[in-house]
């Protein structure tokens, strides 16, 4: 008898084991879940009435609070007159360049319909935001944050703050996005920003306070440390931010943990993210400034917001700003002064410094060549080696899903080292579309040949910044690289008449957007796709077409292909 019980718990152990095995196989990280309603409000961030993007009634928008390889899904209902897309910046989209939000991968949310998107944060961790990429619609707003935390079993190099603030800084026009448009279609340039705004409010009126009055934006406890992530949204400038009497320890730079070094002030050019930690320890009574002023720009533009200390206020903050760093070798030497935390974890375990990304041979070199406008038909235009991007009716990425890739656009019309006479001959305005061979480490050195700063974005990857520096690249620059510890990024600023060199592996399968992050610049034309195909077309290496995805142009009606095979 007890034999045959002893058989029988057993089989139960057995069974329940593999019950619970087989649970966890199927176990999915956690999902984090909101919806949105995206509609115009009248608000005044530099104090006259305009039209503002909003989301769920706010500017800027909700916060994305989540943690590595959480899995995101926003169910946003387009309530504005005009078709919608968002982007989140920053965000790898691993496998799934369907949810990158540009449209070169998707067709826009008509208005008055809803699309849920849906992604994982997939071991990444920082400071990112999302904002909109349908035309102009970003000098509207509609942009918020997007922070990923680290799970609980990895190490922070850094204790824990007593809070987290982002500040979202940036140029703003006080003409809506439709006069803008009108502006760029017509041949003309946006011009010159009215101000700059932070966190949705800019300085306007008698005094120098953000918002116009004398309520603090961001309050801190005596001698407790506090995590402040500054993100420029901006369209145009550069901007340097700084806090008056405090310094500032940056930590993380678009999902890298840094070497601690502290600053008195940071330029952050456009599309970057910078998380710094400050420690509240000057006197409690007093209020402080958190200013923000333009770069490089004729006439330098400044907004600020208070920050006081609790039971503080007393004392209002110094009329005497502190003063902004002037030239380009000051931003150049900071640029170079950040440096990748080598013993710090990020998303995984291990130390970010055990990939040794200057080990690894080079199989592609592509230079862009970054150039002043270009008139075509009376009209500026913008392009990377010689061809102005458009985008067609049909997104690249379902064009070439569904096979009709070739009534669409072609591939490769620029060339990888492009001559003085190809630079010279008329621009082309066309989409502009390259091939990356899957799983190729490749170098690109952006060449801007243009007077003023310049800042570019990689989608679907992080990449290696590892030089910048005056003049024309050579092959012979390559012997002043860093390849040990350069801050692995998304975003990276081009100084004028200088170069940039980065480095990534095309590891992620998909149709990738890299793009200038001005606003005049990228809408017309100085952007291109980069399209990454796994020759196995296996699931392993991409997702399929999610069945919810919106379709239009020329697939609209067409039978959808055979799905990716695991």
Same mark, same amino acid.
């Given at each position: 008898?007890?034999?045959?019980?002893?058989?029988?718990?057993?089989?139960?152990?057995?069974?329940?084991?593999?019950? @619970?095995?087989?649970?966890?196989?199927?176990?999915?990280?956690? $999902?984090?879940?909101?919806?949105?309603?995206?509609?115009?409000?009248?608000?005044?961030?530099?104090?006259?009435?305009?039209?503002?993007?909003?989301?769920?009634?706010?500017?800027?928008?909700?916060?994305?609070?989540?943690?590595?390889?959480?899995?995101?899904?926003?169910?946003?209902?387009?309530?504005?007159?005009?078709?919608?897309?968002?982007?989140?910046?920053?965000?790898?989209?691993?496998?799934?360049?369907?949810?990158?939000?540009?449209?070169?991968?998707?067709?826009?949310?008509?208005?008055?319909?809803?699309?849920?998107?849906?992604?994982?944060?997939?071991?990444?961790?920082?400071?990112?935001?999302?904002?909109?990429?349908?035309?102009?619609?970003?000098?509207?707003?509609?942009?918020?944050?997007?922070?990923?935390?680290?799970?609980?079993?990895?190490?922070?190099?850094? /204790?824990?703050? *007593?809070?987290? $603030?982002?500040?979202?800084?940036?140029?703003?026009?006080?003409?809506?996005?439709?006069?803008?448009?009108?502006? @760029?279609?017509?041949?003309?340039?946006?011009? #010159?920003?009215?101000?700059?705004?932070?966190?949705?409010?800019?300085?306007?009126?008698?005094?120098?306070?953000?918002?116009?009055?004398?309520?603090?934006?961001?309050?801190?406890?005596?001698?407790?440390?506090?995590?402040? #992530?500054?993100?420029?949204?901006?369209?145009?400038?550069?901007?340097?931010?700084?806090?008056?009497?405090?310094?500032?320890?940056?930590?993380?730079? *678009?999902?890298?943990?840094?070497?601690?070094?502290?600053?008195?002030?940071? &330029?952050?050019?456009?599309?970057?993210?910078?998380?710094?930690?400050?420690?509240?320890?000057?006197?409690?009574?007093?209020?402080?400034?958190?200013?923000?002023?333009?770069?490089?720009?004729?006439?330098?533009?400044?907004?600020?917001?208070?920050?006081?200390?609790?039971?503080?206020?007393?004392?209002?903050?110094?009329?005497?700003?502190?003063?902004?760093?002037?030239?380009?070798?000051?931003?150049?030497?900071?640029?170079?002064?950040?440096?990748?935390?080598?013993?710090?974890?990020?998303?995984?375990?291990?130390?970010?410094?055990?990939?040794?990304?200057?080990?690894? /041979?080079?199989? #592609?070199?592509?230079?862009?060549?970054?150039?002043?406008?270009?008139?075509?038909?009376?009209?500026?235009?913008?392009?990377?080696?010689?061809?102005?991007?458009?985008?067609?009716?049909?997104?690249?990425?379902?064009? *070439?899903?569904?096979?009709?890739? /070739?009534?669409?656009?072609?591939?490769?019309?620029?060339? &990888?080292?492009?001559?003085?006479? &190809?630079?010279?001959?008329?621009?082309?305005?066309?989409?502009?579309?390259?091939?990356?061979?899957?799983?190729?480490?490749?170098?690109?050195?952006?060449?801007?040949?243009?007077?003023?700063?310049?800042?570019?974005?990689?989608?679907?990857?992080?990449?290696?910044?590892?030089?910048?520096?005056?003049?024309?690249?050579?092959?012979?620059?390559?012997?002043?690289?860093?390849?040990?510890?350069?801050?692995?990024?998304?975003?990276?600023?081009?100084?004028?008449?200088?170069?940039?060199?980065?480095?990534?592996?095309? /590891?992620?399968?998909?149709?990738?957007?890299? #793009?200038?992050?001005?606003? *005049?610049?990228?809408?017309?034309?100085?952007?291109? $796709?980069?399209?990454?195909?796994?020759?196995?077309?296996?699931?392993?290496?991409? $997702?399929?077409?999610?069945?919810?995805?919106?379709?239009?142009?020329?697939?609209?009606?067409?039978?959808?292909?055979?799905?990716?095979?695991?």
């Amino acid at each position: 008898m007890m034999g045959r019980v002893n058989s029988l718990l057993a089989i139960l152990l057995v069974v329940s084991t593999t019950s @619970l095995l087989s649970d966890l196989a199927y176990c999915e990280d956690p $999902y984090v879940y909101q919806t949105w309603d995206v509609k115009y409000a009248t608000l005044s961030p530099l104090g006259v009435p305009q039209q503002v993007i909003t989301i769920n009634g706010q500017f800027p928008g909700p916060k994305i609070n989540c943690t590595s390889n959480n899995n995101i899904v926003v169910n946003v209902f387009n309530n504005l007159d005009e078709p919608l897309l968002l982007t989140w910046n920053g965000v790898q989209q691993r496998k799934n360049s369907w949810q990158e939000g540009t449209l070169g991968t998707n067709c826009p949310i008509l208005p008055g319909t809803n699309y849920t998107y849906k992604f994982q944060v997939k071991d990444q961790i920082g400071s990112y935001y999302y904002y909109p990429t349908t035309p102009l619609h970003r000098a509207m707003g509609g942009y918020g944050p997007l922070a990923v935390h680290s799970r609980d079993l990895i190490p922070v190099p850094f /204790d824990l703050p *007593e809070d987290d $603030y982002f500040v979202f800084v940036g140029d703003w026009y006080k003409k809506g996005h439709a006069s803008l448009r009108k502006l @760029l279609d017509g041949g003309r340039s946006l011009g #010159r920003p009215d101000g700059v705004i932070i966190n949705g409010k800019g300085s306007f009126g008698t005094g120098n306070k953000s918002g116009g009055d004398d309520s603090p934006m961001f309050t801190m406890i005596a001698k407790k440390t506090y995590r402040y #992530r500054f993100c420029n949204v901006g369209m145009k400038d550069s901007v340097n931010v700084r806090i008056q009497g405090h310094t500032m320890k940056i930590v993380e730079i *678009e999902g890298s943990h840094t070497v601690q070094n502290v600053y008195d002030s940071l &330029d952050v050019h456009l599309g970057q993210c910078y998380s710094v930690l400050v420690t509240a320890d000057q006197k409690p009574e007093s209020d402080y400034y958190l200013v923000a002023s333009t770069r490089f720009s004729k006439k330098a533009l400044t907004s600020t917001a208070i920050i006081r200390y609790v039971g503080g206020g007393q004392v209002p903050p110094s009329p005497e700003l502190p003063p902004a760093p002037v030239g380009l070798p000051w931003s150049i030497n900071q640029f170079r002064s950040f440096r990748w935390n080598l013993t710090a974890s990020a998303a995984r375990p291990n130390p970010q410094g055990s990939y040794h990304y200057g080990k690894i /041979d080079i199989t #592609r070199t592509i230079k862009f060549v970054l150039k002043p406008f270009s008139k075509v038909g009376g009209k500026r235009r913008y392009s990377i080696n010689g061809v102005s991007h458009v985008d067609p009716e049909t997104p690249l990425k379902l064009a *070439e899903y569904y096979g009709v890739a /070739d009534k669409v656009f072609k591939y490769d019309m620029i060339k &990888d080292q492009p001559s003085d006479s &190809d630079l010279a001959a008329e621009v082309i305005v066309a989409p502009n579309v390259i091939n990356g061979t899957f799983r190729n480490f490749v170098e690109i050195i952006l060449e801007n040949h243009d007077k003023s700063v310049q800042t570019f974005h990689v989608s679907g990857y992080s990449f290696f910044a590892v030089a910048v520096e005056p003049g024309r690249w050579t092959e012979e620059k390559r012997k002043n690289y860093n390849l040990i510890d350069a801050i692995s990024k998304h975003t990276v600023q081009v100084y004028p008449n200088s170069w940039t060199a980065i480095m990534t592996t095309l /590891d992620n399968a998909g149709m990738w957007n890299m #793009r200038s992050m001005s606003l *005049e610049r990228q809408y017309l034309g100085e952007q291109i $796709y980069v399209s990454v195909l796994s020759p196995n077309r296996s699931l392993r290496d991409e $997702y399929n077409l999610p069945d919810t995805q919106l379709l239009c142009g020329i697939v609209k009606d067409m039978p959808k292909p055979p799905p990716y095979s695991s």
